[in-house]
Nanobody, 121 residues
Framework: QVQLVESGGGLVQAGGSLRLSCAGS????????MGWFRQAPGQEREFIAV????????VYADSVKGRCSISRDSAKNTVYLQMNSLKSEDTAVYYC??????????????WGQGTLVTVSS
C-alpha cells in the first residue's frame, strides 16, 4: 500500500515562493496520477493541480494557474508543487493525493496528512 508524506510547508511572505514535496513510500507511485488539494479554515477542500502517471499531462485550478507548477520525479517516487507569487488567500493546509485504477476496474485513492502553508501579508 502506498503512503504519502508531504513536506515543505511553512510561513512565507506575500509574493514569496515555496516548493511542496510529496514522497510516496510502501509501493511505487509510478502508475498513479498525483496531485494537490488545499483546505483553508472554514472552507471546503479545493483542487489545486494534478499530474498524470507519465508526467506529460498537468491540470491546474484557475486560482493558481500561472503561479504554480506541478512536477514529478519517478526515480524519487515524489511529486512537487512549486508555488510562486504567493498571496494571503493561498494560506491553507495542502494535501497530496495519488489515484490509480486497478486491472480489475477498482479505484485506489491515497491521501497524505497535509502540510500547512501560511502566507503573511
Amino acid at each position: 500500500q502506498v503512503q504519502l508524506v508531504e513536506s515543505g510547508g511553512g510561513l512565507v511572505q506575500a509574493g514569496g515562493s515555496l516548493r511542496l514535496s510529496c514522497a510516496g513510500s510502501g509501493r511505487t507511485v509510478g502508475g498513479y496520477a498525483m496531485g494537490w488539494f488545499r483546505q483553508a479554515p472554514g472552507q471546503e477542500r479545493e483542487f489545486i493541480a494534478v499530474i498524470n502517471w507519465s508526467g506529460d499531462i498537468t491540470v491546474y485550478a484557475d486560482s493558481v494557474k500561472g503561479r504554480c507548477s506541478i512536477s514529478r520525479d519517478s526515480a524519487k517516487n515524489t511529486v512537487y508543487l512549486q508555488m510562486n507569487s504567493l498571496k494571503s488567500e493561498d494560506t491553507a493546509v495542502y494535501y497530496c493525493y495519488a489515484e490509480t485504477w486497478t486491472p480489475d476496474g477498482g479505484y485506489v485513492e491515497v491521501w497524505g496528512q497535509g502540510t500547512l502553508v501560511t502566507v503573511s501579508s
